[in-house]
């Protein structure tokens, strides 16, 4: 009788066991399914960085704290790729609305976009989106440490920037490049975007 109990003990220890380790494993796998990173590897972290919005407010690390956030590179006098990068960039401002984004622009000539420079180009170009600042990092060696921790490495000639998105999500750790010139890799950051609440 004993051994019969023993049995039916270790029966019920099993199936409890079972249904918690599936009620686990549920609970798992949605919140992976409401994680919009969930398939994306981490490359690194935000490096540090300061330097001035297009409205001449301090902009460093703490601006993006707990937001997910486009970064771009680009330089107002840049007459090819930047125009079409940028009006990539402002659909997809546009297409999102959630609070929880920020979208950054870096310039890659400081020397020459102050931030009025900054500011007459948002304006003449009608980026009005508050959760959009242009940022001129102080000089060229921050903007090389900065561009170098965000794994795209530093030129000397701006026009050698990169075209990609970079994307980082509320912890601040780069999640993704993508080519803003590839409608395919543009819809698939999309995608991703419109699971951020």
Known sequence: MCSTLAKSCIMILLTGSFFLNS???????????NDPFASLKVYGSLPEFRGYTDENKQANSSLLKSKTTIISFFFTSCGDICPKLNLVKSRIVNNHASESLRFISVTVDPLTDKP????????LMQFTDKR??????DNDSILESF???????????????????????SKSRIRG???????????????ILEKVL
């Open 23 to 33: 009620c686990v494993q549920s609970e798992r796998t949605q919140q992976q399914s």
């Open 132 to 137: 959009w600042s242009f940022v001129r990092m």
């Open 177 to 191: 490049y993508f080519d803003a010139l590839d409608k395919q890799q543009v819809d698939s950051l999309e995608s």
């Open 116 to 123: 009025s420079h900054l500011r007459e180009h948002r304006q």
């Open 147 to 169: 561009m170098n921790g965000m794994l795209i490495g530093y030129a000397e000639n701006p026009q050698n920037h990169t075209a990609r998105l970079i994307l980082l999500d």
